[in-house]
């Protein structure tokens, strides 16, 4: 399937439906039509809507959305996304708040590279940005690199994360979620044995599969069974002609999503209906619960071949973090190395995608770390993303975040003035339960 003609075949089906819906939505709405009093054509004008949106979607990279933060004395400041690092495969991007003085916290985000943008963490910045400055690891869509740029995989990735923590400074600290996991604990291994002043002062690990044989679920036994040969074959493509990275391997987004849906394709398949017929009742808005939600799910990026197929050999396949044999530039990169950096797992107790155990075997491998340096979380029925982005999140794991960044912190620990600080609003992140984006 290695061929730019499967590349723009996807491409132009996703072209057509967004066309088609686009038509089916205005010839629907023509204004004699109403006369007819016919109660197929709001439905038509709905599906046109619905069908528009959710195929223009999947090539928009979704805005960050965050406008203002509330200070600490109850006054609203403006928030300025900065490139901090531009770097071809992704920036580092700080939230910068106007008209406040730098915060003791100084928290770095490393968001997924799994398929979905970076402002897959929204929510995550949000909420930690009224007591922290943030920044986060803005990852660039493969298919909008030119092959000039070279190759991306888990070596680079690792060397991007040393890089953004060095321009940082050692007063960092980093909240890893999900994918990157392994590999911020391997990039601060590496600066241990090369840069030890460049460490961050702490590493909260959330839900990443630093040993995925420590409890299997179905995305690690799909690892097992499949060759790399086969995924090569089944998933890789070239970048199609109408893209900068015209030519460039890829694990493309329109096939991660349809993967992504066939899991769960009854609960999708009945949120468009009712989206539809929402939308015919009159009581659909832009910004309703069902539009936020799925114009990020819908939003997906390409990755670099060889970044998914090192990821799923390395990573998975191989358990080259889990055994402590990661290398970098042909130097082994060892977890031990690592002494003075403080470690929180933090684990949902119902993840079905780094179940519990896969995140907390980081610890085990920390072995020149002192156990006080060491801290653990199993939060009770919380799944995947209800960790950094649901109700578990907001109500329990963030509050215990930020006092283990206090308490590894180098000055003081930072005021808290609860009675003043507002609440951010939640904004939904994609694959959250619908129950609890109602909490």
Request: glycine share 8%; with cysteine.
């Amino acid at each position: 399937m290695k061929y730019m003609a499967t590349y723009d075949v996807m491409e132009s089906a996703r072209n057509t439906n967004e066309w088609l819906g686009a038509s089916m939505q205005a010839l629907a709405s023509y204004p004699v039509f109403a006369l007819s009093m016919n109660p197929m054509l709001p439905m038509m004008a709905a599906w046109g809507k619905v069908t528009e949106r959710s195929f223009a979607r999947m090539v928009a990279k979704p805005d960050w959305g965050i406008r203002t933060v509330v200070g600490p004395e109850g006054q609203d400041h403006l928030v300025d996304e900065k490139i901090v690092l531009e770097r071809p495969f992704g920036n580092l991007l700080q939230f910068s708040v106007r008209r406040r003085d730098p915060m003791a916290r100084r928290i770095l985000i490393v968001a997924p590279m799994s398929g979905h943008y970076a402002t897959l963490m929204r929510s995550t910045v949000a909420s930690l940005l009224p007591d922290a400055d943030v920044w986060v690891t803005d990852w660039h869509n493969a298919r909008d690199i030119p092959v000039s740029a070279g190759t991306f995989d888990v070596e680079d990735y690792t060397l991007y994360i040393a890089e953004f923590l060095k321009e940082l400074g050692p007063d960092t600290h980093v909240v890893a979620v999900c994918q990157p996991v392994p590999l911020v604990l391997a990039a601060t291994a590496w600066l241990a044995q090369e840069d030890p002043d460049a460490q961050p002062r702490s590493l909260t690990l959330m839900g990443g599969p630093v040993d995925p044989d420590a409890a299997p679920t179905e995305v690690t036994d799909f690892g097992n069974r499949v060759t790399m040969g086969q995924l090569e074959h089944m998933m890789i493509q070239r970048v199609g002609f109408k893209y900068k990275g015209a030519g460039r391997l890829v694990y493309p987004g329109l096939l991660q999503l349809a993967g992504f849906i066939s899991m769960n394709g009854e609960r999708h398949s009945k949120a468009f209906s009712d989206q539809i017929m929402r939308e015919a009742r009159g009581e659909a808005s832009d910004q309703d619960g069902h539009n936020r939600f799925y114009d990020e799910y819908l939003a997906v990026m390409d990755m670099t071949a060889e970044f998914y197929l090192s990821t799923v050999e390395r990573i998975f396949k191989n358990r080259e973090i889990a055994r402590n044999a990661f290398t970098v530039k042909g130097r082994h990169v060892d977890i031990g190395a690592i002494t003075r950096v403080a470690v929180k797992i933090v684990e949902g107790e119902n993840d079905d995608i780094s179940a519990p155990g896969q995140c907390l075997a980081a610890l085990d491998l920390l072995t020149g770390l002192p156990p006080e340096k060491k801290a653990q979380h199993l939060e009770p029925g919380a799944g995947h993303y209800g960790i950094f982005a649901g109700k578990s999140w907001r109500l329990n794991i963030r509050p215990l975040v930020l006092d283990f960044i206090d308490a590894n912190a180098a000055a003081p620990k930072p005021e808290r003035k609860r009675a003043r600080t507002v609440t951010p609003i939640r904004l939904a992140s994609v694959r959250d339960n619908p129950a609890d984006l109602a909490g």
